[in-house]
């Protein structure tokens, strides 16, 4: 066994995410950060915007659950810890800090992605159909990183105070939630708002989950999941090497 | 191979020179005391030589491995209790140990088996399902140390371990270190207690304001602290430091508001001069206490011995 190999950190990133799933998927502020805050703001959309047919609130639904479950919980995790001093203890331990940050992301992907599929099922039940499931399934699974490596990046400037990172992932999420083409379909923004639009995940996503039920989508498939897949790559590299630097900040 | 190799270790906090320079060589198979007073940079060494914190200058090698350029290895081979009790409070202790099981890569097996043995001689087998939250100060503490000797560690450190903890777990704690080390197992024990180093350690190293002023056995050490009683005295009348100095045994006569600090080796035979003196030169004693060699007085002790 060679400890600092990568099989063997990729094992103790997975204690790390074990720990937090037991530890944080109930806390009170992850349950009310990542569900209760879409669900109500969804209701109101969709009881204001009444002209706008299931067919495309549904995945719209889809997406932002994804987007507030998978930054629920990374953001504060170690704000938590810092507090706790168990961080200390975790990097005293032989593990690195990208195979930290990478445990941290699997509980965050995992909680992701196990709330998101409950909107999928309630579309399916709504009477959607489900024309390309694995397209679904990997533009789920991408979303979940890229999102989850979001979060990890909100949690990057030092504080023990959670309720700093979660306000700024919060006034973060709001703004996308508007420019990613959720309760305005992405043809009937001004050119400024698709040159916004473009700039989120969160739009390259919900274009996907789109496809994946009705078969319609506004960029090319394969963009869509290309764009998705470089965002998340430097997302995680960025906040995997930006925590190595800021870590020491938090002793 | 030396267990640890630390050189000119330094480390600011801002405007605070915590660590200015930390040199320390601990040989493998020894009790390394690191002694110093409150805020003398014992922590952060510690911390230091554990990759928790990383040097503003200085280099430090573990078990062989460098700390900044292999983390990893050095940490696979050392535990640590720091200053600061840190198990998951709302895990049991029996889940804590399975993380650091997995954190240190062993096998499921292996990991409960040797997690049963320790909790078993630290006294806390019957309490391993109960959340670290219900446990006392003194059974946070061993189940700390049981979580950094999961792994069978070459190299501990423990940081104050027994500072404000019951007897019994004090106890416990400092037996467990005797077997351990019996067994081989380095130890690099921080404490401001010199009873305990002494009893203890093999070797002992001081710091003081951030920097080792002394490197010794402790029995040297002892010996150091018996040479220097304090006897604290004031006069109705005032009298010359010089005459004071020269009174059997006094080796340094300070003044401080109207009270005398004597420093001297003979405290018995001090006081008798003294009582000679006030009634060769009529004047009275107004207070005269005996003050036990404190710490600090050993540390001062040492540095000028070894300054001389
Ligand atoms: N994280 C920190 N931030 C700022 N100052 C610190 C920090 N850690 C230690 N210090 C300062 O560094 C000095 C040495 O502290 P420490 O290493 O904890 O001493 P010891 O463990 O010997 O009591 C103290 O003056 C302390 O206030
Ligand atoms: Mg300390």
Same mark, same amino acid.
């Given at each position: 066994m060679n400890p600092a190999g990568l099989p063997e950190q990729v094992k103790r990133a997975w204690a790390i995410a074990k720990k937090d799933i037991r530890l944080y998927y109930a806390k009170n502020s992850v349950l009310i950060f990542g569900i209760l805050m879409p669900f109500f703001l969804f209701l109101a959309f969709f009881a204001g915007s009444s002209q706008l047919p299931l067919t495309f609130l549904l995945p719209g639904l889809v997406g932002v659950t994804l987007l507030f479950t998978a930054t629920a919980l990374s953001p504060a995790i170690y704000a938590w810890e810092g507090r706790h001093g168990t961080l200390e203890r975790l990097v005293s331990c032989p593990i690195t800090i990208e195979a930290m940050v990478f445990g941290d992301m699997i509980a965050s992907i995992l909680f992701g992605i196990g709330i998101t599929l409950i909107t999928v099922f309630i579309a399916l039940a709504l #009477? *959607?159909? *489900?024309?390309h499931g694995i397209i679904m399934i990997v533009s789920i699974l991408l979303a979940a990183c890229c999102f989850s490596a979001i979060g990890m990046l909100l949690a990057v400037?030092?504080?023990?105070?959670?309720s700093t990172p979660m306000t700024l992932s919060l006034l973060i999420k709001f703004p996308l939630i508007f420019i990613s083409?959720? @309760?305005?379909? *992405?043809?009937?923004?001004?050119s400024w708002g698709l040159v916004l639009s473009a700039c989120s995940p969160l739009t390259y996503f919900t274009d996907l989950v789109r496809y994946s039920f009705? #078969?319609?989508? @506004? @960029?090319?498939v394969l963009a869509d999941i290309l764009i998705l897949a470089v965002i998340t790559l430097v997302f995680t590299a960025g906040t995997m090497y930006l925590h190595k630097r800021t870590m020491p900040k938090r002793m | 191979m030396n267990a640890i190799e630390a050189h000119h270790l330094r480390k600011s906090f801002g405007p605070v020179t915590a660590v200015s320079d930390v040199s320390i060589t601990v040989r493998e198979g020894e009790i390394f005391g690191f002694l110093g007073p409150n805020g003398a940079g014992k922590t952060t060494t510690t911390r230091m030589l554990n990759g928790v914190i990383p040097p503003d200058g200085g280099t430090a090698l573990i078990l062989g491995h460098d700390i900044r350029s292999e983390p990893v290895l050095a940490k696979q081979g050392f535990g640590v209790v720091p200053e600061i009790s840190n198990a998951y !409070? /709302? +895990? !049991?202790a029996w889940q804590n140990l399975m993380l650091m099981g997995e954190l240190y890569g062993l096998d499921r097996g292996k990991a409960a088996q040797h997690s049963s043995d320790l909790l078993a001689t630290l006294g806390l087998l019957e309490r391993k /399902?109960?959340?670290?939250?219900?446990?006392s100060k003194g059974m946070k503490q061993r189940l700390i140390l049981a979580m950094a000797l999961l792994h069978e560690p070459a190299l501990l450190f423990l940081d104050e371990? !027994?500072?404000? +903890? /019951?007897v019994q777990s004090t106890h416990m704690i400092l037996s467990l270190l005797r077997d351990l080390n019996q067994q081989g197992t380095t130890i690099f024990l921080t404490t401001h207690n010199m009873e305990e180093a002494n009893q203890l350690c093999h070797r002992v190293g001081i710091i003081r304001a951030g920097k080792i002023v002394a490197t010794d056995a402790p029995e040297k050490l002892k010996t150091a602290i018996e040479k220097v009683h304090t006897i604290e005295v004031s006069f109705d009348r005032d009298v010359s430091g010089d005459d004071l100095a020269a009174l059997?045994?006094?080796t340094s006569a300070e003044r401080t508001g109207d009270k005398w600090q004597l420093t001297t080796p003979d405290k018995d035979a001090t006081i008798r001069a003294l009582v000679t003196f006030t009634q060769q030169r009529g004047t009275a004693i107004v207070t005269l206490n005996t003050l036990a060699p404190t710490l600090d007085e050993a540390f001062l002790r040492l540095t000028q011995g070894d300054m001389s």
């Open positions: #009477g *959607l159909p *489900l024309l400037p030092p504080t023990s105070e959670p083409g959720i @309760f305005v379909p *992405l043809d009937q923004l001004p009705t #078969g319609e989508h @506004f @960029f090319p | !409070t /709302d +895990l !049991t /399902d109960q959340k670290v939250q219900a446990y371990p !027994t500072s404000g +903890l /019951d059997i045994g006094v």
